[in-house]
């Protein structure tokens, strides 16, 4: 004991000098960063500008984050046109002018300033592929290493993280003295994915040679609890919080704990264009389509909708319904979704519904909308979906939605308007396959006021609801950007 008591003084003085070592450090990058933020924010004609800029490493993918980034630079250039504007991208094999283009013909969004896209070469270090074990901490220490390299490139005055990177948000707070703010599409972790571990439920991000062994499972819930409690810390660092929904509100308030500067702002969806679509009481043709909008993800579950959708062509027969085809419209950002695809395809051969079932990847926007002008059913199948762009899609256009029993859709969503229903919820394939054949039985009548009912609900989620509750929102983050003009 005296040994160890005499090793206390030298350890806590080398300690303590390890902590200065590591502050001068820490305070020798700053004075690096603020000069390369000095020389960003000095324009051609030697006036200082604001720079506002977003982290979106997938900014070219076509999913409704996505469509978040392109509105929220839309209604902040709308504001503050003296600002310059950049997006950190991984989209190196693109020109800017290429993701510009990309957004308007998926999403019918253009610009109107200009933008600076800075293209990051290490967006592989957030690629869950390079983690098959502790992938959640590998993606968000990676994310730390990509942050680093956007901010050496260009140090903003104002940081908006769009994809959930929240490792990010201390390393621009304090290294790069940014007003920092965030919009939470889905919390990187929640007390959801806790319960499934410490239930030893199989999921996605729960293995089944996991859920067998109770050690492995109390060491990945220690992992867990430990990662939440890191995840609460970084995402503290935010000066305003934005979420997509109610489910994400719950989650972001339990986990991040900053409720005074927490606002719920849903994700813009284009539900006008849609609405403009003319709704007619029957079908053109005898066959019904059903379709289904999200990226080709794992969590999106596309296996789920081909299994109930073979379930349902099994009953066809005796429930004496017409032809029926399943079209799976999504993006792909990768080829780890690419070879999803290629999966879901092998899924419908070995289920013998290949005939009956199309994909199609990175469509047009005329062509999203014409698919669901003419579908009668619209699937999701995404548990606890932070809130679902492709639902209210379907919805505006007159499609009646079958989403899971969880999430967003269950909360927000797909939810009773003026007391009539808005579309259906499941959660098994049993429960899709028949909520299904109920659909397709009903009278076109009865399904003309589902529809009606759903489109007359979507006017909240509308771009302009969007843009007036974004800019409200991130108001506290141009407080002091006196160089901004309205």
Same mark, same amino acid.
């Given at each position: ?13 080398? =300690? ?36 506002? /800029?977003? =982290?979106?490493?997938?900014?070219? /993918? ?11 630079? $839309? ?22 002018? *290429? ?5 308007? $013909? ?12 800075? =293209? ?32 050496? %490139? ?45 239930? *030893? ?6 293995? /089944? ?95 789920? %909708?081909?299994? /109930? ?25 990768? *080829?780890?979704?690419?070879? $999803? ?12 519904? %290949? ?90 009548? %009865? $399904?003309? *006021? ?37």
């Amino acid at each position: 004991f005296r040994f160890f008591y005499s090793l206390l003084l030298p350890g806590l003085f080398v =300690f303590g000098t390890l902590c200065v070592c590591l502050l001068i450090v820490l305070w020798r990058f700053r004075l690096l960063v603020q000069r390369k933020k000095k020389s960003a924010s000095s324009s051609k004609t030697g006036k200082n500008q604001t720079v506002i /800029a977003f =982290f979106h490493p997938y900014c070219n /993918a076509g999913g409704g984050g996505e469509r978040v980034l392109w509105c929220a630079l $839309r209604a902040l250039q709308k504001k503050y046109p003296e600002a310059l504007y950049v997006v950190y991208t991984g989209d190196a094999d693109v020109s800017g002018q *290429q993701i510009l283009e990309g957004a308007f $013909r998926r999403f019918n969004i253009r610009l109107t300033r200009p933008v600076k896209f800075v =293209f990051l070469r290490k967006r592989y270090l957030v690629e869950d592929s390079l983690y098959p074990h502790f992938t959640l901490l590998g993606q968000s220490l990676g994310s730390i290493f990509l942050g680093w390299e956007a901010l050496m %490139q260009c140090v903003p005055d104002v940081y908006i993280d769009s994809m959930g990177y929240a490792f990010t948000l201390p390393l621009f707070k304090y290294l790069g003295g940014c007003r920092v703010g965030s919009y939470v599409h889905y919390p990187t972790i929640s007390t959801d994915m806790l319960s499934v571990v410490k239930n *030893q439920n199989v999921g996605f991000n729960n293995a /089944a040679f996991i859920t067998r062994n109770p050690f492995l499972s109390k060491v990945k819930l220690i992992y867990y609890y430990l990662f939440a409690f890191m995840y609460g810390l970084v995402g503290s660092c935010s000066d305003i919080v934005m979420v997509n929904s109610s489910w994400t509100l719950n989650h972001i308030l339990s986990l991040w704990k900053v409720g005074n500067c927490t606002n719920i702002v849903y994700p813009p969806c284009d539900v006008q264009t849609f609405l403009d679509l003319p709704l007619h009481e029957e079908k053109a043709t005898s066959e019904h389509l059903l379709v289904s909008v999200g990226q080709f993800r794992p969590e999106k579950n596309h296996p789920l %909708q081909i299994r /109930a959708f073979a379930k349902l062509l099994n009953k066809k027969e005796s429930e004496s319904l017409p032809p029926l085809k399943l079209v799976l419209i999504g993006g792909c950002r990768n *080829q780890d979704d690419e070879l $999803r695809v290629n999966q879901l395809r092998r899924l419908a051969e070995d289920l013998g519904v %290949q005939e009956d079932v199309e994909f199609k990847i990175n469509i047009p926007f005329d062509e999203l909308k014409n698919y669901l002008s003419e579908a009668t059913i619209g699937l999701h199948t995404m548990w606890n979906e932070h809130f679902g762009i492709g639902i209210v899609e379907c919805m505006a256009a007159g499609t009646i939605v079958l989403a899971h029993n969880s999430g967003g859709p269950k909360l927000d969503i797909v939810v009773p308007h003026h007391g009539e229903r808005t579309g259906f919820l499941a959660e098994s394939e049993e429960a899709y396959a028949e909520t299904m054949v109920h659909i397709l039985s009903m009278s076109a009548e %009865q $399904r003309l *006021q589902i529809r009606n009912s759903a489109r007359a609900s979507v006017s909240r989620f509308s771009d302009q609801e969007f843009e007036e509750t974004f800019l409200s929102s991130v108001e506290r983050l141009f407080q002091k950007c006196h160089t901004c003009t309205d």
